[in-house]
Each structure stands twice: as structure tokens, then as C-alpha cells.
């Protein structure tokens, strides 16, 4: 069975902070990593996706992921407002399987 | 807006009545993917489909089935509805390209409330 696990926090920061993100996957074979933001009530967006050990960054968002320890993060800088939302971790796994596995969710809250 | 669009967008259904839920890919994708997101839960992969075929299925029983068209559109059908099929149903397309780097583009997704 392979697991994608997230704390449902919430997680809440104050405007202007980094708030970051984790993920953590059972399957040590998985090649890609997705970060999904989704809103209340919409449906899932991709914000982030990463494939190699280390840091891709874009604007405020910044994907980290170790292998060795099973680990994917997500860091905002600058939180906004705006960014208040459920992040989704979702990985895809070995042996073929092209199909993510998601986690439950983590709940950010940016607070004024 | 991803371009995948799916109807209606919210269903009440009784115990035990069947369902059909349609999804239209984005334009250029040939794969489509349903989930279930049960509420405070993570999409929940039910199957995907590929070519019109089956290429994957999740811990769903037989009474979840569906079918791909040669358009790429998809529909997800339940039958013997139960209470707790209740929650958000999620496809998302993309392009299979074999290579395990791709992305779904979800929809708006149905909400179905089972009575």
C-alpha cells in the first residue's frame, strides 16, 4: 500500500511569513511530485511539480524534495491572504504505475 | 479555467439508484482519471483510462465502472448507490506520454449527495 502522508494542520501563518509544507511518501521507488492547491470548494490546481532531489523554485513557491528521506515540502514566501487553501502532495510511484497517489492535505491559513 | 469540464456539477441520488457523471478532457489529452474526495479527504484514484482501455484502477468495487470515448471524453457510472458514495467526484485529463511526468488538469467536479 503505498502512503502519502500530510498533516490536515491547520497550519496558520501571518501575512508576509514563509509557511511551510510537508509531505512524506512510503514508496522509496516514487519518481514525481506534484503540489495541488485547491480552494474551498474548487477543485484541485497544480502549482508545483518536482522530479530530481534539491530545490525548484517558482515566484513565491519553492518544491524541496529528498529521496534518501522519503520527503517532499512546499515553502510560500511572502504568504498572502490569498494563498488560504488545502496544498495537496500527491506521488507517483515505481514499477510503471504512472498514477499519483494523494495525501489527505494539508489546511493553510494566512492571516492578516 | 483547465478546459476539462464536467456535468452536472452538483447530483442528489437515493440509496440504491445509479448515476452517470460525464467529462469532457482538455483539448490534445488522451488520458482521463477519476477520484472521489470524500470531505477533509485526499482525491481517492477510482480509475483512468487510456486509448478507450482501462489503464489502472484504484480499491473501488465493480459498481464503479466507466467508459472512455474515441473523442477522449469519459463517463463515470455507479450503481446500487450507497450512503456513503457521498462526496466530490474529480477528473482530471492529460497527455500519456509514458514517460511518468504527467500532470492532471482536474475539473470543477460533481458533487453527488446520496440520501
Known amino acids: 500500500q503505498k502512503e502519502v502522508e500530510q498533516n490536515s494542520g491547520p497550519l496558520s501563518v501571518p501575512e508576509g511569513a514563509i509557511a511551510s509544507l510537508n509531505c512524506t511518501y512510503s514508496?522509496?521507488?516514487?519518481?514525481?511530485f506534484f503540489w495541488y492547491r485547491q480552494y474551498s470548494g474548487k477543485s484541485p490546481e497544480l502549482i508545483m511539480f518536482?522530479?530530481?532531489?534539491g530545490d525548484k523554485e517558482d515566484g513565491r513557491f519553492t518544491a524541496q524534495l529528498n529521496k534518501a528521506s522519503q520527503y517532499v515540502s512546499l515553502l510560500i514566501r511572502d504568504s498572502q491572504p490569498s494563498d488560504s487553501a488545502t496544498y495537496l502532495c500527491?506521488?507517483?510511484?515505481?514499477?510503471?504505475?504512472?498514477?499519483?497517489?494523494f495525501g489527505r492535505g494539508t489546511s493553510l491559513i494566512v492571516h492578516p | 479555467e483547465t478546459g476539462v469540464t464536467q456535468s452536472p456539477t452538483h447530483l442528489i441520488k437515493t440509496r440504491g439508484q445509479q448515476v452517470t457523471l460525464r467529462c469532457s478532457s482538455q483539448?490534445?489529452?488522451?488520458?482521463v482519471s477519476w477520484y472521489q474526495q470524500a470531505l477533509g479527504q485526499g482525491p481517492q484514484f477510482i480509475f483512468q483510462?487510456?486509448?478507450?482501455?482501462?489503464?489502472g484502477r484504484g480499491n473501488f468495487p465493480p459498481r464503479f465502472s466507466g467508459l472512455q470515448f474515441p473523442n477522449y471524453s469519459s463517463e463515470l457510472n455507479v450503481n446500487a448507490l450507497e450512503l456513503d458514495d457521498s462526496a466530490l467526484y474529480l477528473c482530471?485529463?492529460?497527455?500519456?506520454?509514458?514517460?511518468?511526468?504527467?500532470?492532471?488538469?482536474f475539473g470543477s467536479g460533481t458533487q453527488l449527495s446520496v440520501l
Open positions: 483539448s490534445g489529452h488522451n488520458t
Open positions: 483510462y487510456y486509448r478507450e482501455e482501462e489503464n
Open positions: 500527491a506521488v507517483k510511484g515505481s514499477g510503471g504505475s504512472y498514477i499519483p497517489t
Open positions: 518536482i522530479y530530481s532531489n
Open positions: 514508496d522509496r521507488g516514487s519518481q514525481s
Open positions: 482530471a485529463s492529460s497527455l500519456y506520454k509514458g514517460q511518468g511526468d504527467e500532470k492532471l488538469f
